[in-house]
């Protein structure tokens, strides 16, 4: 499985990754930099990929984590996001809905929608999983002049970075972001400073998938139980709506006047 490191140490906030990633998925909409799109973070429905400022005037790279369990592709409803063998979480506009359950799945609230256009799409980084099938490196990781982004193999990087740790143990907090939270991700962090900034928190270690599962599994019998309760109840109000019109037309016949044995 392939995966990012991101050494933020190393990270001098030119954002030429940003332009990379713009340059190959260019904007649906001209309102690109427009403020009320772009959410705080720098993400929006035409941006995939962000440099946030953090503490101590360090950059950092913000975009899809590409976890190795994915909650966005758990609580996809019809398939529309899948985690490839590769690594990348990809997206297939063909069988969206729209409901937007990854946006609220999220724990690092990376999936944006098109606001502005008439047919929204739900948008994110995929990890350039097309130049990764022709052989080429992520274009954010190609387009860094500083290595402050590097590629390869999730456990290879993972190795790397725990031995760059061991190596300058002065540098570095001795953690690497993404190892084990939310069940890991396919974007690892090294720092010099905490990133709880971008959304990253040691209380979770397990993949939210894992959590959610068991009620996801219920799901078809809380379902079923709704169902069948709704079909009882309007059952009961239909055959209370019924006996009245009963009671109402009985009412009816006995108070008519009945006829005399004079008439």
């Known amino acids: 499985m392939y995966a990012i490191l991101v050494d933020v140490t190393k990270c001098t906030g030119c954002e030429r990754c940003v332009a990379a990633c713009m340059e190959v998925n260019p904007p649906d909409s001209r309102q690109v930099d427009d403020d009320r799109l772009n959410g705080r973070d720098g993400l929006s429905g035409n941006r995939f ?26 609580a996809c409803l019809v398939g529309g996001l899948t985690k490839t063998k590769d690594g990348p979480v990809v997206y297939d506009a063909a069988k969206c809905i729209g409901c937007r359950y990854c946006m609220l799945a999220c724990p690092f609230h990376i999936p944006r929608y098109q606001w502005d256009t008439t047919h929204p799409l739900i948008r ?7 130049r990764l099938h022709q052989g080429q490196l992520p274009a954010c990781v190609e387009a860094c002049p500083n290595q402050a982004i590097i590629f390869g193999e999730r ?19 001795p953690h690497v ?18 990133l709880q900034e971008l959304g990253w928190t040691e209380q979770v270690q397990a993949g939210i998938p894992s959590l959610t599962i068991p009620l996801i599994e219920k799901t078809p019998f809380i379902g079923g139980g709704v169902a069948v309760g709704l ?4 059952w009961i109000i239909r055959r209370r709506m019924q006996l009245a019109k009963q009671r109402a037309d009985e009412h009816q016949v006995r108070n008519q ?5 004079d008439d």
């Not at 456990?155 to 143990?169: G, S, V």
């Not at 079909?231 to 309007?234: D, F, I, K, S, Y």
Request: net charge negative.
């Open 49 to 74: 990929l962000a440099i946030n400022k953090i503490d101590d005037g360090r950059f950092a790279r913000k975009a899809c984590m590409h976890c190795v369990e994915p909650s966005c592709v758990s």
């Open 124 to 130: 994110k980084c995929d990890m350039c999983a097309e």
């Open 155 to 173: 456990e290879q990087l993972l190795k790397q970075a725990h031995q760059t740790i061991n190596r300058r143990p002065g540098r570095y907090i």
């Open 177 to 194: 972001w993404g190892e084990s939270e939310f069940g890991g991700t396919s974007v690892l962090y090294l720092s010099d400073v905490d």
């Open 231 to 234: 079909l009882a109840v309007n």
């Open 257 to 261: 006047d009945v006829p005399g044995e």
